[in-house]
């Protein structure tokens, strides 16, 4: 989820009421900020807010059902979670390929401080911190490619 998501908004206190319950549906319920912690946002490749995924035993399937919750608990005690196709190995959080996407996205936020302190700190004009960027883009490829 992320503060700002209207969707988000929208389930939060239907969510509240979900971990509530948890313990008698003897399950954990968490949530996490992807504006804050966006390697795990890389890692589950979030696209859309809210995402709500189901994990048991290291194994991930996503939720696509409707957001009350009579559905979201009916998910657990009816055991609907088995009906659904878990994620892909490739695309599993825990895979290689997920780890790296996690990476690339700390390096965007890492990219976004840099350009908030050439522009808020520095007070360098928005197309100066692009300018800055593409030339290090060209000096990096150039010294890679020697």
Same mark, same amino acid.
């Given at each position: 989820?992320?503060p700002?998501?209207?969707?988000c908004?929208?389930i939060?206190l239907?969510?509240e009421?979900? @971990?509530? #319950?948890s313990?008698?549906?003897d399950?954990?319920?968490?949530?996490?900020d992807?504006?804050?912690?966006? +390697? $795990?946002?890389?890692r589950?490749?979030v696209?859309?807010?809210p995402?709500?995924?189901?994990?048991k035993?290291?194994v991930f399937?996503?939720y696509?059902g409707s957001?009350t919750?009579?559905d979201?608990?009916?998910?657990?005690l009816?055991r609907?979670w088995? @009906?659904v #196709?878990?994620?892909?190995?490739?695309?599993?959080?825990?895979?290689?390929?997920?780890h790296?996407?996690a +990476? $690339?996205?700390?390096f965007?936020g890492?990219?976004r401080?840099?350009?908030?302190?050439?522009?808020?700190?520095?007070?360098?004009h928005?197309w100066?911190?692009y300018?800055?960027f593409?030339?290090?883009?060209?000096?990096?490829g150039?010294t890679?490619?020697?």
């Open positions: 989820y992320a700002w998501c209207p969707a908004q929208q939060e239907t969510w009421s979900f @971990a509530k #319950e313990e008698h549906l399950i954990t319920v968490g949530k996490v992807v504006s804050q912690e966006p +390697g $795990l946002s890389g589950f490749f696209t859309t807010l995402t709500i995924y189901h994990a035993d290291g399937r996503r696509r957001r919750l009579e979201l608990q009916g998910y657990v009816e609907k088995e @009906a #196709e878990p994620v892909a190995g490739w695309k599993s959080p825990s895979s290689i390929i997920m790296g996407m +990476g $690339l996205f700390h965007s890492w990219i401080q840099i350009h908030s302190y050439l522009t808020g700190t520095l007070g360098l928005v100066l911190s300018a800055v593409v030339l290090t883009t060209l000096l990096v150039l890679l490619g020697l």
